[in-house]
């Protein structure tokens, strides 16, 4: 495919890390949630490069100021109903004054290929339910949404209680 910029969609490397922490740090800006980043750069060094590490990111760059202007941070998940692993899409995003050059479509067409090359049988993520943007763009790629599902979480006091109760 040809996007409207030369970029470069590749693995993260340890001196991305400043770079993909801002990106989240904006990522939580636009989602209202700012004060919910806990992450530091240190962080995501330690996720990221662990020698085994459990999480994945992949930047997208634009070449013509050498720039990350996105990231996609994902994980290796698994469906018992497939038999097969999947990727879980944890977080996408790309810089609001490069949306509509391709980096997002690129990223997400670079992370299905990782499906296809590893024989995984889906790729995942959730999306907030105002965020029309996303959604549409989602909805342009083919992908679909699962509205009878409801995601949940337990963290902090309500993740220790669970603990507790074994």
Not at 46 to 74: K, N, Q, R, Y
Not at 135 to 147: D, H
Request: overall charge negative.
């Amino acid at each position: 495919m040809i996007y409207a910029k030369p970029m470069t969609i590749r693995e993260a490397l340890p001196q991305d890390v400043t770079s993909i922490h801002g990106l989240i740090v904006e990522l939580a800006s636009y989602e209202r949630a700012v004060d919910e980043v806990l992450a530091t750069p240190a962080d995501l060094q330690a996720s990221l490069f662990a020698e085994a590490p459990l999480v994945h990111a992949h930047v997208a760059i634009d070449e013509s100021t050498d720039e990350i202007v996105g990231f996609a941070i994902w994980f290796v998940s698994y469906s018992t109903w497939l038999g097969r692993h999947g990727i879980y899409l944890d977080d996408l995003y790309v810089k609001r004054s490069e949306r509509g050059e391709g980096h997002g479509r690129a990223l997400l067409s670079r992370l299905a290929s990782i499906c296809i090359e590893n024989d995984y049988g889906r790729l995942e993520w959730s999306v907030l339910d105002w965020n029309e943007p996303a959604i549409n763009f989602y909805r342009q790629l083919g992908a679909s949404s699962l509205n009878e599902w409801t995601v949940n979480r337990a963290s902090g006091d309500v993740l220790r209680a669970i603990a507790e109760l074994g």
